[in-house]
C-alpha cells in the first residue's frame, strides 16, 4: 500500500512573485526600481456602477441633446484661467523620461482634442510648447529646466509637491537616460544617475508654499492658474492646506498614477487608490466653501469615459491621465512583442522605462528607437482616445439625465463592493447601505 | 533717470509689474524702493539690466529668477534670496536666511554678512560669496557654480553633491556624503581672485580649503549604500 503523498502547496504569502523578487534582491544587491503605478488591485471605479434614469429620473437623447463637457481651470485668483474643451487632460511627464517625438505626439493630441499637457521634471522643450496649445509647466523639487522665460510663457503652474506613485519621494533618471541634451537641460554630468530631490529646495510646509505662490504669481504678474499637485495620502488635509496655500486647481494623484522611475516597493506600498482619496477632497473643499471654486483635478489609473463620468460624479472637475495616453501612443503595442520578449518581459508588462530602450520609441532617449514614433500619427492616435473618452463621459451623462458633465453626483453612483462603497461614499448596490457614513 | 518706488504707498504688485514692464531701451534704469519692511518677493523675476537699490530688510525671495539686473539690499534677506537666479548680481549688505541662491543657475550673489541653512542647495551655475558663515546642509545637492564662505560651514557641507566648487576659508563642521576636499592649485586659486575681485571682497585665495564632488554616488552600488 502506497503512502498518501502531501500535494504542493505554494504559499500564498510565498508566492512566486515575492520568492522571484527575493532571489533577485539577493543576486543585485538594489531595490527594483521601474515605471508605472500600482500593479495591484485595489478598490477602482470598476467597483462602481452609474444608475442610469428610470421613473425616477427622465434621461437626455443620446445624440441629440446638448451634454456640455468644458471646463474652466484656475479662476480663483489668476487674470488668464484656463478654458479646455474636455475635462480630461493629460499629466506631467518629462521630456527625459519620455523622447522628443512622445512629448510631441502628446501636445498635438491634446491639441486636436482641445486640452493641455504638462512639463514634467526635466523643463520645457520648444517641441512641446510648440506642439500644446495649452502647457502646464511644472515647478519641482529639483528645478530642472525652470527659468522664467519658460514660467512666462507657460498658460498654468503646477507645484508639484507628489505623486500618486510616490507620495514623499523624489525620482531617478537612471544614467543610460541622462542624454547630452537631458544633461544640459538638467545641469547634470552626462550617463550618470540623476538623484531628484523629494522636497522643494526654498519653501518647506503651507505657510512657506503661500510665500512661494505668491512669488510665482508676482513673476507672471498674477496672469497664469496656479496648480498644487499632491499625491493621495491624506487628502482631507492636503487639499485644505493646499487651498490655504493659495492654489487656483488642486491635482491629486492616486497610487495608481504612473511614475517614470522609482523603487517598485514605493509604488506599490505608500499612498492611497484614487477612488479613496476623492471623497474627503471633495469634502475639505466643501468645508471651506470652495468647491467647484478650487478646481479638483484626479489623476491615477483613468482609463475610460466611464472612470472619467465616475470621478466627476464623485466631485472632480477634470481628470488626468499619463499611462492610458502613453498607451494610446503606442506604449506596450503587443506589435513590439518579439522585441519585449528579448528583453524578458511581453507587452503590456514592459515597465522599465528608465533603462531607456523602450522598443515603442516612447520612454526612450536612443534616436534610432524615438525613429518609431510617428509624432503626428500617434497624436492624431490620442486625441481620437480622448475624444471616444468623452463621447463614453458624455452617454453615460445623458443617461443621467444631464446636460453637462459637471452635473453628474454621487446620488448617480453605487458600489458593487463594501471596500469602493466605504471609499466612495455611495450606496452598497441594492441597499442604502453607506460603510462609515456615521463616522466622518 | 532714477525712479523711487515707496512699498509704503503702493502695493508690491505695482512694483513688480512696473519693472516688468521696462524694456530694451528704457531710461527707467535705476530704482531705489524705500520703506520695503520685511515685505516678500521684492523684485523677482526682472529681465532687464536696471540698478535697484532696496533701503532697509526684505522677506522672502527678493530678486527671486532675477536676470540681468544688479540688485543691492541695504539690509538683510530672508529665505530664498535670488532663487533661481538666472544672471545678473544680488548683494545683501547684511544676513541672508535659509536657502539663499537655491537652484541658481548663473550670476553672483554677494550675501555680507552670514547666511543660514542650505544657502545654495541645488545650485546650477550660480557663484555665491558669503563674507560671514554658513549653515548646515549648504550646497546641498549643488549641480554647478561655486560656493565661496569667508567664515565657517556648518555640518554636512555639499552633501550628494555634483560638479559644483566650494571654497571655505574657516572651519568645516563637517563635509556631507560624498563630499572631499579637493587640491588647491594655482588655476583655483587664480580662479577664486577673479571670483573675490567681482565680489568686491578682500581675501587670499590661498587661505581658502577647496571641497567637491568625490562621485561615489554617481552610479548606484550597493556597498555605497550607507551613504545615501
Not at chain 2, 523684485?43 to 540681468?68: F, L, Q
Amino acid at each position: 500500500m502506497t503512502k498518501p503523498l502531501t500535494p504542493p502547496q505554494p504559499s500564498a504569502t510565498f508566492d512566486d512573485m515575492t520568492m522571484a523578487e527575493i532571489r533577485r534582491a539577493a543576486a543585485t544587491g538594489i531595490y527594483d526600481i521601474r515605471g508605472g503605478g500600482a500593479k495591484r488591485k485595489v478598490p477602482h471605479f470598476d467597483d462602481l456602477v452609474v444608475l442610469g434614469a428610470s421613473m425616477s429620473r427622465y434621461p437626455l437623447e443620446g445624440y441629440r441633446e446638448r451634454c456640455d463637457t468644458d471646463v474652466v481651470l484656475g479662476d480663483r485668483f489668476a487674470e488668464k484661467p484656463l478654458h479646455l474643451k474636455i475635462p480630461i487632460t493629460i499629466a506631467g511627464m518629462s521630456f527625459g523620461s519620455l523622447s522628443g517625438p512622445a512629448k510631441e505626439a502628446l501636445g498635438r493630441g491634446a491639441t486636436l482634442a482641445g486640452t493641455s499637457t504638462t512639463t514634467g521634471d526635466g523643463g520645457m522643450t520648444d517641441e512641446e510648447r510648440g506642439h500644446s496649445q495649452t502647457l502646464v509647466y511644472q515647478l519641482l523639487p529639483s528645478r530642472y529646466g525652470m527659468n522664467p522665460r519658460d514660467l512666462r510663457r507657460a498658460d498654468a503652474i503646477e507645484v508639484v509637491i507628489g505623486q500618486g506613485a510616490k507620495p514623499g519621494g523624489g525620482g531617478m533618471l537612471l544614467g543610460q537616460k541622462i542624454s547630452p541634451r537631458v544633461a544640459a537641460m538638467r545641469t547634470l554630468p552626462e550617463g550618470i544617475d540623476q538623484r531628484s530631490a523629494c522636497r522643494h529646495p526654498d519653501w518647506t510646509g503651507p505657510d512657506d508654499l503661500a510665500i512661494k505662490i505668491a512669488e510665482l504669481r508676482e513673476i507672471t504678474d498674477w496672469q497664469k492658474p496656479i496648480f498644487i499637485k499632491v499625491g493621495a495620502s491624506r487628502p482631507y488635509y492636503d487639499t485644505a492646506l493646499s487651498v490655504k496655500a493659495g492654489a487656483d486647481v488642486v491635482v491629486l494623484d492616486g497610487m495608481q498614477g504612473g511614475t517614470a522611475a522609482t523603487q517598485s516597493v514605493f509604488i506599490e506600498n505608500v499612498g492611497i487608490p484614487t477612488l479613496a482619496a476623492i471623497r474627503p477632497a471633495v469634502q475639505a473643499l466643501r468645508d471651506l466653501g470652495m468647491h467647484r471654486k478650487v478646481q479638483l483635478v484626479v489623476s491615477g489609473g483613468i482609463r475610460s469615459g466611464a472612470d472619467v463620468a465616475k470621478a466627476l460624479a464623485l466631485g472632480a472637475d477634470a481628470v488626468s491621465i499619463g499611462s492610458a495616453a502613453l498607451v494610446a501612443i503606442g506604449d506596450n503595442d503587443p506589435k513590439w512583442e518579439a522585441e519585449y520578449n528579448a528583453l524578458g518581459t511581453t507587452a503590456g508588462a514592459y515597465d522599465d522605462w528608465h533603462e531607456g530602450r523602450d522598443p515603442a520609441g516612447i520612454t526612450t532617449q536612443d534616436p534610432e528607437l524615438m525613429k518609431r514614433l510617428d509624432p503626428v500619427a500617434a497624436g492624431r492616435k490620442l486625441a481620437n482616445y480622448l475624444k471616444v473618452m468623452t463621447m463614453e463621459a458624455q452617454t453615460i451623462a445623458r443617461a443621467c439625465g444631464h446636460n453637462h458633465v459637471h452635473n453628474l453626483e454621487p446620488e448617480d453612483l453605487c458600489a458593487l463592493t463594501i471596500e469602493a462603497a466605504a471609499m466612495a461614499g455611495v450606496p452598497l448596490a441594492g441597499t442604502n447601505w453607506i460603510p462609515g457614513a456615521d463616522r466622518s | 533717470m532714477s525712479t523711487t518706488f515707496d512699498l509704503a504707498a503702493a502695493p508690491l504688485r505695482d512694483l513688480n509689474r512696473a519693472l516688468h514692464a521696462i524694456g530694451p531701451g528704457d531710461n527707467r534704469t535705476t530704482w531705489d524702493i524705500v520703506n520695503p519692511r520685511g515685505a516678500h518677493s521684492v523684485a523677482v523675476g526682472v529681465t532687464e539690466p536696471v540698478e535697484i537699490t532696496v533701503r532697509g530688510n526684505v522677506g522672502y525671495y527678493c530678486g527671486g529668477m532675477n536676470e540681468n539686473a544688479t540688485i543691492r539690499v541695504e539690509g538683510s534677506a530672508g529665505p530664498g534670496l535670488g532663487e533661481n537666479i538666472m544672471s545678473g548680481t544680488i548683494r545683501v549688505t547684511g544676513d541672508a536666511s535659509q536657502y539663499a541662491g537655491a537652484t541658481g543657475r548663473g550670476g553672483l550673489i554677494v550675501i555680507e554678512g552670514n547666511a543660514s541653512s542650505r544657502c545654495g542647495i541645488s545650485m546650477k551655475g550660480v557663484d555665491i560669496v558669503v563674507g560671514g558663515n554658513v549653515g548646515h546642509m549648504s550646497a546641498f545637492m549643488a549641480q554647478a557654480g561655486r560656493l565661496v564662505v569667508l567664515g565657517d560651514a556648518g555640518h554636512g557641507l555639499g552633501d550628494s553633491l555634483y560638479e559644483a566648487d566650494l571654497y571655505v576659508r574657516g572651519t568645516v563642521a563637517s563635509l556631507g556624503a560624498d563630499c572631499e576636499e579637493k587640491p588647491m592649485d594655482a588655476e583655483h586659486r587664480a580662479a577664486l581672485a577673479a571670483l573675490l575681485a567681482e565680489a568686491g571682497v578682500e581675501a587670499d585665495p590661498a587661505s581658502f580649503k577647496r571641497y567637491g564632488s568625490a562621485r561615489t554616488l554617481y552610479h548606484f552600488n550597493v556597498d555605497n549604500a550607507d551613504a545615501y
